[in-house]
Each structure stands twice: as structure tokens, then as C-alpha cells.
């Protein structure tokens, strides 16, 4: 008796195709994806077969690996275990092609050089894929802005350890916490700056 194929989940099928879980099921909308619904959600799966037949079909995928730290000394470590992490994501799904981009800064500062160069690198076509361990590595507000303008470009997200489902309340007091958030380092950097403006005043005038 023929052992039936085992179906994937949305997750694990994302993560073979390296692209994002949204970008799979807006695939799978517009019929560029068979999937088959089980159970009373009526939940997606999908058969290994036409995963990889979709993935010899597509050319070469060009990705970007994107690490960050909130400090500039001592956590060296992280960049690095960032690094191995995601490379070995890679292999798994057999990409050997990618760029290596890199900040230490708050994942609130919107000017950061290494994410300003993943965005130029997306936007010049040479990358189609944008891989982060975390999704606050990449930005700790504004992720569907971003997502929105990479993918213009035809680069996707791929996060490599989604968040859980959060309820509704939930969702509400994470967007409160990083507009806080966001508003707080805004403050924080005019005080800063005009701090500075009263030093150099003092030492110009004396």
C-alpha cells in the first residue's frame, strides 16, 4: 500500500520556499499554489512534490541576511550567533547566495546604515528575499511599512522564529508599548541634541 504524503503546515512551508507565511498564502490566493483544506478551520496544507517542483522552477534566490544589536560593545556574540543561525536556515533550504547586513543601534532609529544599504541593495534588484531571526532585529515599529516597500521591490521577509498568535488586547498593547516606545526615544534624542547645543554655546563663548 502507497504511504500517503505527509502535508505541511503553512509555517514549515514557508520556510522551504524561504519566503514569508503571508507572501505563501497570497500565492496560494492567486493560484500560483495548489494547498489542500483540512479540519473545521479550514486550514491550509500543502504536499512536499508541489513545494519543491515550485522551487526548481524559480531562478536562483538572492538573500540578504539582516543582523542587529541594540549596543556597540559587547555583543559581538549576538551578531554572530545571529549570523550562524540564518546561514544555517539557509542551507536548509538550499540557498548558497546572500549578502550579510549589519547595525548596532535601537531598532527605533529609522537612519541605520546596514538597513540602509538592505534597502538600496532591495530596491537596485539585487536581492529577493530579506531574512532576520527576529522581527524586531529588522524594526521595533513600522515592520508593515518596510514589508510593504521591500516587497514593492520583490524582496520578502522571512522571519526565522515567528511570534505566537496574539489576541486582539494583546496586539493593541504591543502597538501602545512601541509607539511609547518610539515617541520616548524621540524625546530622548532632542533633549540630547539640545544638550549638546548648550555645551558648544558655552564653550564658543568663552
Same mark, same amino acid.
Given at each position: 500500500?502507497?504511504?500517503?504524503?505527509?502535508?505541511?503546515?503553512?509555517?514549515?512551508?514557508?520556510?522551504?520556499?524561504?519566503?514569508?507565511?503571508?507572501?505563501?498564502?497570497?500565492?496560494?490566493?492567486?493560484?500560483?499554489?495548489?494547498?489542500?483544506?483540512?479540519?473545521?478551520?479550514?486550514?491550509?496544507?500543502?504536499?512536499?512534490?508541489?513545494?519543491?517542483?515550485?522551487?526548481?522552477?524559480?531562478?536562483?534566490?538572492?538573500?540578504?541576511?539582516?543582523?542587529?544589536?541594540?549596543?556597540?560593545?559587547?555583543?559581538?556574540?549576538?551578531?554572530?550567533?545571529?549570523?550562524?543561525?540564518?546561514?544555517?536556515?539557509?542551507?536548509?533550504?538550499?540557498?548558497?547566495? $546572500?549578502?550579510?547586513?549589519?547595525? /548596532?543601534? *535601537? %531598532?527605533?532609529?529609522?537612519?541605520? #546604515?546596514?538597513? @540602509?544599504?538592505?534597502?538600496?541593495?532591495?530596491?537596485?534588484?539585487?536581492?529577493?528575499?530579506?531574512?532576520?531571526?527576529?522581527?524586531?532585529?529588522?524594526?521595533?515599529?513600522?515592520?508593515?511599512?518596510?514589508?510593504?516597500?521591500?516587497?514593492?521591490?520583490?524582496?520578502?521577509?522571512?522571519?526565522?522564529?515567528?511570534?505566537?498568535?496574539?489576541?486582539?488586547?494583546?496586539?493593541?498593547?504591543?502597538? $501602545?508599548?512601541?509607539?511609547?516606545? /518610539?515617541? *520616548? %526615544?524621540?524625546?530622548?534624542?532632542? #533633549?540630547?541634541? @539640545?544638550?549638546?547645543?548648550?555645551?558648544?554655546?558655552?564653550?564658543?563663548?568663552?
Amino acid at each position: 500500500m502507497r504511504a500517503r504524503a505527509k502535508l505541511l503546515r503553512v509555517g514549515p512551508a514557508a520556510r522551504l520556499l524561504g519566503i514569508h507565511p503571508d507572501t505563501l498564502r497570497d500565492w496560494e490566493r492567486a493560484g500560483k499554489l495548489p494547498c489542500i483544506r483540512v479540519g473545521v478551520r479550514n486550514e491550509r496544507r500543502f504536499t512536499r512534490s508541489d513545494l519543491e517542483q515550485l522551487l526548481h522552477t524559480d531562478s536562483p534566490r538572492r538573500a540578504a541576511l539582516y543582523l542587529r544589536v541594540s549596543g556597540s560593545r559587547g555583543q559581538e556574540t549576538s551578531l554572530e550567533n545571529q549570523e550562524k543561525e540564518l546561514r544555517g536556515a539557509l542551507q536548509n533550504v538550499g540557498i548558497t547566495e $546572500f549578502k550579510v547586513f549589519k547595525d /548596532c543601534g *535601537s %531598532g527605533l532609529n529609522e537612519k541605520r #546604515r546596514g538597513l @540602509a544599504r538592505l534597502r538600496a541593495a532591495a530596491a537596485r534588484g539585487d536581492i529577493d528575499q530579506v531574512w532576520v531571526t527576529h522581527e524586531d532585529r529588522l524594526t521595533r515599529f513600522g515592520l508593515d511599512f518596510l514589508r510593504a516597500e521591500l516587497e514593492g521591490h520583490g524582496a520578502n521577509i522571512n522571519v526565522l522564529h515567528e511570534r505566537e498568535d496574539a489576541s486582539a488586547e494583546q496586539e493593541l498593547v504591543d502597538d $501602545f508599548m512601541k509607539l511609547l516606545a /518610539c515617541f *520616548s %526615544g524621540r524625546v530622548y534624542g532632542q #533633549r540630547s541634541a @539640545a544638550a549638546r547645543k548648550r555645551l558648544l554655546e558655552k564653550v564658543n563663548a568663552r
